[in-house]
């Protein structure tokens, strides 16, 4: 079976002019019109197969696109700054290029936003193959006043594993829950309209800074609905939320419990044969189809 990291990825709107066209041209770009489109114009720019390159400062990832229909998309990109394997043959050791690659899944169907990065070596942390796709996606948005973050999601779970720990000690001095800007509708419920509006008007990516009064711990109770619902806003979005213990230092939650998915190697390994969407192009969608919202 195959494992894969599943991401969310989040568009935000470009308010100031920071391309190098003038005021005037940058003003006369509908941002909410934009808005409004943002994943019709995310399939236009995967579509353009033949524009499409995945950059990250000086170097260009080769890809190779199976798969383009419907909202979704699968493709392999090949890290082409790995440097050159060592191989022996005969007694003499040569070095041979080297550019493994990881098999990318893009839902981006209606309310989706999803991305599945395969799990494996041929990428590592400098850059991630998230931050190559969201430099990638960011710099296509960005002529229609857009941007994007790729996140991945997290198992809401940290959360109650760090306050029960905190709470046995010393308790909760403060915990910080940034939200992302509004853009899909199932997290956008959770945050509630109070939040929604603000970031709006205030062109920002609000934060719930819960902080114990008078020096005491901060109280947070499983039956409060409203804190759950914050919770899971985050983990969906792939916004790390912050808990400060009481003298100990501060806890990310959100790094310890990514999220991962498995899927049949026989879909991976028939990509490009001539009858694949009989088979194992069903077996992406059903694939998709079990990915959450939220994983608890």
């Known amino acids: 079976m195959a494992k894969f990291q599943i ?16 005021f005037e041209d940058f003003q006369k770009i509908n941002v909410q019109d934009s808005l409004d489109r943002k994943q019709d114009l ?23 696109m199976y798969i383009g229909q419907n909202g979704i998309y699968v493709l392999r990109i090949a890290n082409s700054g790995h440097k050159p394997a060592k191989v022996e043959t005969n007694f003499k050791v040569m070095k ?3 550019h493994p690659s990881c098999v990318v899944i893009i839902d981006n169907r209606k309310d989706r936003q999803i991305i599945a990065i395969e799990h494996n070596s041929a990428f590592g942390k ?4 998230a931050v190559i796709l969201q430099t990638t ?11 994007l973050d790729v996140k991945p999601k997290f198992h809401t779970s940290e959360f109650w594993q760090v306050v029960n720990t905190s709470m046995k000690l010393k308790g909760i001095d403060y915990v910080d829950f940034p939200f992302a800007y509004p853009n899909l509708p199932e997290i956008s419920d959770m945050v509630g309209d109070y939040m929604n509006n603000i970031a709006r008007q205030t062109n ?7 902080q114990g009064q008078n020096k005491e711990s901060v109280r947070l109770s499983r039956e409060d609905i409203w804190l759950l619902s914050a919770i899971k806003a985050c983990a969906a979005s792939g916004r790390p939320i912050l808990i400060k213990p009481k003298g100990s230092e501060l806890r990310k939650i ?6 991962y998915e498995v899927i049949s190697d026989v879909a991976l390994n028939e990509l490009g044969q001539k009858d694949f969407f009989d088979s194992e192009y069903k077996t992406i969608v059903e694939f998709l189809n079990t990915i959450k919202l939220v994983y608890e």
């Open 7 to 22: 991401y969310t990825y989040m568009f935000r709107p470009v308010m100031e002019n920071q391309l190098d066209i003038p």
């Open 42 to 64: 995310t399939s236009e720019i995967l579509d353009d197969n033949k524009k499409l390159k995945f950059k990250f400062n000086t170097i260009e990832y080769a890809h190779k």
């Open 96 to 98: 041979q290029e080297n």
């Open 126 to 129: 400098d850059p991630s193959l």
């Open 137 to 147: 996606l960011r710099k296509a948005l960005q002529n229609y006043r857009l941007t």
């Open 204 to 210: 920002s990516e609000p934060t719930l800074h819960l």
């Open 254 to 259: 959100g790094v310890d419990s990514p999220v």
